[in-house]
């Protein structure tokens, strides 16, 4: 335990379950990968076992708050590869965190002497708790991964700024989901037409080959650092890892061949995070990704998860796409290796 004025950041104990998911069941559509640490199932139709986590060294940080009790502010999550999660959603501006800012903070914005004092508890854990194995990489709320980037002396070697977005529209391909205009008609007549000419896939173990390109094209345009190199050992690691207890929908053409994907990263208590999303270069611009978007996002809601995603803030047209499969941008999101 380590104690800063007001903040208390220490190890998670069986007790923190309660209050713990009450916190991300509110703030897991930012936080989905570190929520489903704890909403474990073997299954994504399966309701969560939340329990601690088994492979991760998880802190909880706590405040005094005004009545002299103590509130959860904010949770801590390293990986046996060197990867942080975090969320600390008094550092993220507007929506619920803005109310959850005011009942921590009695009703001001955080104070400079907050800030250092909580500069001072990150600056130590990383420290004593992130070195060995070396921090690798951390993601979460883009405010809250710059803060964490100045508490740290390692060198930082790509920093991604997101966009996160949530569904907010049906995404489902039904003639009830498109008001009858010129435009959303011109829509769904495109998207039956790749309906006729691919099938959409549901992948299981027996896929791994077929899936190969895609995850590998993915993970190198889409995931790794600029000159990462990864071996076929590891993709395939990775994809088994996915088959296991995510979704992973592809566009099929008529040869069997996959061309798109859409897929699942994260299950938490209650928000799925999309992820994945892949199209082959040659089979780019022609629709394959909406469709697969909406389905994936259709098959969630019935399985009572609400989507979320992340977009590069340089990547205005994966934001039309998504916006246009009926996503809005929730909040910010930040990737940051090292």
């Known amino acids: 335990m380590n104690s800063r004025r007001r903040f208390c950041l220490r190890p998670i104990k069986k007790d923190d379950l309660t209050k713990i998911f009450t916190f991300l069941q509110a703030f ?81 914005d955080i104070s400079a002497e907050d800030k250092d004092d909580l500069r001072f508890l ?16 951390m993601m979460g ?24 977005m949530s569904l907010t529209a049906s995404p489902a391909l039904s003639a009830l989901s498109f008001p009858p205009d010129c435009s959303e008609d011109t829509t769904r007549r495109k998207e039956t037409e790749i309906l006729k000419k691919y099938k959409l896939h549901l992948c299981t173990f027996s896929d791994a080959d077929r899936l190969s390109d895609l995850m590998t094209g ?33 566009m099929e053409n008529e040869n069997g061949a996959f061309e798109a994907m859409a897929a699942t990263t994260a299950l938490g208590i209650q928000t799925a995070r999309l992820g994945g999303i892949y199209t082959l270069p040659e089979s780019r611009r022609q629709g394959l990704a909406s469709v697969l978007v909406k389905h994936i996002s259709a098959e969630l809601l019935k399985l009572h998860y609400m989507p979320v995603l992340f977009v590069r803030t340089a990547n205005p047209g994966a934001e039309k796409l998504y916006t246009n499969c009926g996503f809005s941008v929730c909040g910010g999101y930040r990737i940051t290796y090292f």
């Open 28 to 108: 897991e559509y930012g936080c989905t990968a570190l929520s489903s640490l704890f909403a474990q199932r073997t299954k994504p139709e399966e309701p969560c076992r939340f329990t601690l986590p088994v492979r991760n060294t998880c802190f909880v940080l706590e405040v005094i708050t005004e009545d002299q009790g103590s509130a959860i502010a904010g949770i801590l999550s390293y990986s046996s590869s060197g990867l942080l999660y975090h969320c600390l959603p008094f550092l993220e501006p507007g929506g619920k965190n803005a109310e959850f800012l005011q009942s921590l903070f009695y009703g001001k």
């Open 122 to 137: 990150c600056t130590d854990f990383f420290a004593n708790h992130c070195a060995s194995p070396p921090l690798s990489s």
């Open 141 to 164: 709320g883009l405010q809250s991964g710059i803060f964490l980037e100045s508490c740290m002396p390692k060198k930082i070697t790509e920093a991604r700024s997101c966009k996160l």
């Open 218 to 250: 993915y993970y190198i345009e889409e995931v790794l650092p600029a000159g990462t190199i990864i071996t076929d050992k590891d993709m395939r690691l990775f994809l088994n890892q996915r088959l296991k207890k995510q979704l992973i929908f592809v």
